[in-house]
Structures are given as C-alpha cells and as structure tokens.
C-alpha cells in the first residue's frame, strides 16, 4: 500500500533540506558580499515595498523568506523567479497574505499582529503551495516519491500511473545499476515546461500539456529515472552516449511500451551520416544489438565506466575488441534483431 504524508508536513522537510543549498553565502570578512561565480545562478532575494506605517523587521523576514522561498523555487519547475517583491499593502480588509513566483503581498493590518507576524514562515509556506493544484507525498518499501501538480486539469489516470511505474521501475533501476542512487524523488507536472520531461538532481519535469496528448506515455517514467540513476555529472562522457543508455533501459525496463507504440526503429542507410551518435532510440537499437550480438552486460559496463569517470574512446576496445566505429560497421552490416516490448492491460 501506499503511505501519504500531509502536504504541509512536506513542505517544511523541503525547507529544511533545501536550505543549506539556497541560501546565498555569509559576507567575507570585510564586510562585502563575494562575487557570484561565473554560471552560477544568482542567489534568491526579497525585496520588500511597505509605504505604510506598520514597522517590520526585515531580518525576521528575510529569514522567514530564506527558510521558505528556495525550496519552493526548487520544487516548483521551470525557471521559478528568484528575485521577488513582498508587498505590505493597507488597501484591504480581509486580505491576509498571498504568494506567487516573484511576488508576495501582505496585508498591514494583519501582519502587524505578533502572532500572524512569528508565523509568518508557516503562512508563507501555505500560501505559496497554492500555487499548486495538489502535492501528494508517497512511501512505500523504503522509496519515497513526491508529486507536485500544478495543472488542475491534469488527467489524474495519467497521474496514477506515472506513480505507479515510478515504484515499479525506480527501486530495480537502483537495486541493479546505482545503489547510491537517492530514495527521495520529485515529480513536478509543469504548465511552463515546452519540452516533454527532463531530470535533474532529484527532480523530474513532466509537461502536462505533452502528457495530456500522450497519456499512454508513462515510460517516460523509465527512460528520465534512469538519468537519475546514472548519476554520471559533468563531463563523464557525451550526450548522445547518456540519451542511448536511458532508451536502452526504457526498452529494457520500460512497463508498457506497446501501449505508448513505442519501438526501436529498424536501421536505415541514412543513420550512417551520424552513426551511433544519432543518440536515443537509434543508439538503443544499436546498444541492443551489442547486448545480444556482442557482449551482453557491455553497454551496463559502459554505464559502470561513465559513473565512476573512468570512460573513453578505449573503453569500447578493452571491453569488445574494437573500436565503437568498428562495433557500428558490423551493425551496419547485419543489423536484424529479435525485439519483444513490454506492455500493460489496461481498463
């Protein structure tokens, strides 16, 4: 069974994780604030506009903010606004405080009381999560998955099954290729993400508007946690190598396949022109190929080398005997495959 904890419950975990990594660093000793590293994003900041009468102290807002705003801003997906504007306003009568990325506003009259004042970081908290249509928090067997949804109108069958296939998939992916792997994971349903899904850190971006049109996609699931199982950081290894194992494992691993008419497409002359860098699907194809042609457990070799940085060209030789140039040629040549996909009965 599935375990859910509250919503609030979550959000303060998050604040209290996420804040070492957001808050921006402490002055240097003589007292200026040292530089932002070239790349680096800028640090979260509130800027806060009271013209009216009632007095506030900044630093207990500040720290209200710090220990709230970052972690809503990691969680809450695309490009989340990390300069923001508190208003104090005293135009309003039963207005209390509201919150959106970039801007919060607070009503005089009800902040000046001490009590709605302390508890600022906990109103914050809440009123930023409105921003959210729901968030789920589930645990089961020593996995935990948090599911952010931002869209009201998303397909909640969608949202079933892509939990679903994250406890199915996840813990296997872990157990076999990454046991370091994170149990913690963050699924975000974004209305501002144009792209399909992509995975960073923890976090995984599902655009509700792709996953409406294609609701039968959930493999999606597969393919993006395994980016987080492989875990490989910055220059391990090309793009075209991580996107090839991720589809390898999606044909591998993936729950439904069938159903989402998902395949390897048969080789063609044209792939010639980029070969196995073509990445996706065609290098999958090709990586299958080496499974069951070559050496089976070579491309999970490859993806052991990438992990612990110790991957280049010569890796392919020392495990294979030839080059990755060489191994496609003999693919170009005879590429027929025996393929089986997975799939799902659906209601």
Same mark, same amino acid.
């Given at each position: 069974?599935?375990?859910?904890?509250?919503?609030?419950?979550?959000?303060?975990?998050?604040?209290?994780? =996420? $804040?070492?990594? &957001?808050? /921006? !660093?402490? @002055?240097?000793? %003589? #007292?200026?604030?040292?530089? +932002?590293?070239?790349?680096?994003?800028?640090?979260?900041?509130?800027?806060?506009?009271?013209?009216?009468?009632?007095?506030?102290?900044?630093?207990?807002?500040?720290? =209200? $903010?710090?220990? &709230?705003? /970052? !972690?809503? @801003?990691?969680? %809450? #997906?695309?490009?989340?606004? +990390?300069?923001?504007?508190?208003?104090?306003?005293?135009?309003?009568?039963?207005?209390?405080?509201?919150?959106?990325?970039?801007?919060?506003?607070?009503?005089?009259?009800?902040?000046?009381?001490?009590?709605?004042?302390?508890?600022?970081?906990?109103?914050?908290?809440?009123?930023?999560?409105?921003?959210?249509?729901?968030?789920?928090?589930?645990?089961?067997?020593?996995?935990?998955?948090?599911?952010?949804?931002?869209?009201?109108?998303?397909?909640?069958?969608?949202?079933?099954?892509?939990?679903?296939?994250?406890?199915?998939?996840?813990?296997?992916?872990?157990?076999?290729?990454?046991?370091?792997?994170?149990?913690?994971?963050?699924?975000?349903?974004?209305?501002?993400?144009?792209?399909?899904?992509?995975?960073?850190?923890?976090?995984?971006?599902?655009?509700?508007?792709?996953?409406?049109?294609?609701?039968?996609?959930?493999?999606?699931?597969?393919?993006?946690?395994?980016?987080?199982?492989?875990?490989?950081?910055?220059?391990?290894?090309?793009?075209?190598?991580?996107?090839?194992?991720?589809?390898?494992?999606?044909?591998?691993?993936?729950?439904?396949?069938?159903?989402?008419?998902?395949?390897?497409?048969?080789?063609?002359?044209?792939?010639?022109?980029?070969?196995?860098?073509?990445?996706?699907?065609?290098?999958?194809?090709?990586?299958?190929?080496?499974?069951?042609?070559?050496?089976?457990?070579?491309?999970?070799?490859?993806?052991?080398?990438?992990?612990?940085?110790?991957?280049?060209?010569?890796?392919?030789?020392?495990?294979?005997?030839?080059?990755?140039?060489?191994?496609?040629?003999?693919?170009?040549?005879?590429?027929?495959?025996?393929?089986?996909?997975?799939?799902?009965?659906?209601?």
């Amino acid at each position: 069974m599935f375990k859910k904890i509250s919503n609030l419950t979550f959000l303060v975990m998050l604040s209290v994780t =996420a $804040f070492a990594q &957001t808050v /921006p !660093p402490n @002055a240097t000793p %003589d #007292g200026q604030t040292p530089q +932002r590293r070239r790349n680096a994003p800028r640090p979260f900041a509130v800027t806060i506009v009271n013209n009216t009468k009632v007095k506030l102290d900044t630093a207990q807002v500040n720290a =209200a $903010f710090k220990t &709230t705003y /970052p !972690p809503f @801003a990691a969680a %809450d #997906g695309y490009r989340t606004k +990390r300069e923001v504007i508190m208003r104090v306003i005293d135009t309003a009568n039963t207005f209390t405080i509201s919150a959106i990325p970039g801007e919060i506003i607070v009503n005089s009259k009800w902040i000046k009381k001490k009590k709605n004042f302390n508890n600022l970081q906990v109103n914050l908290q809440e009123a930023l999560r409105k921003n959210w249509a729901s968030v789920d928090t589930i645990k089961k067997d020593g996995y935990q998955l948090v599911f952010i949804n931002k869209n009201s109108d998303f397909n909640p069958v969608i949202k079933k099954e892509l939990i679903e296939t994250y406890f199915k998939v996840f813990p296997t992916l872990v157990s076999t290729f990454n046991d370091k792997t994170t149990r913690e994971v963050l699924f975000v349903t974004d209305t501002a993400y144009k792209g399909v899904a992509e995975a960073s850190g923890n976090r995984i971006l599902f655009s509700t508007t792709y996953m409406n049109a294609h609701p039968t996609d959930i493999d999606i699931v597969t393919h993006e946690c395994m980016h987080l199982v492989q875990g490989y950081g910055y220059g391990s290894g090309p793009v075209w190598l991580t996107e090839g194992i991720a589809d390898f494992i999606r044909y591998k691993y993936g729950v439904d396949n069938i159903g989402s008419k998902w395949f390897l497409p048969d080789f063609t002359a044209k792939q010639n022109e980029k070969k196995y860098e073509n990445s996706y699907r065609i290098t999958a194809r090709f990586f299958e190929w080496i499974d069951q042609k070559v050496k089976p457990g070579l491309i999970i070799q490859i993806d052991k080398e990438l992990r612990s940085h110790t991957y280049n060209q010569n890796t392919w030789v020392s495990l294979s005997g030839k080059t990755i140039d060489e191994l496609w040629d003999d693919y170009a040549k005879n590429p027929e495959l025996a393929l089986k996909y997975s799939g799902k009965e659906r209601i």
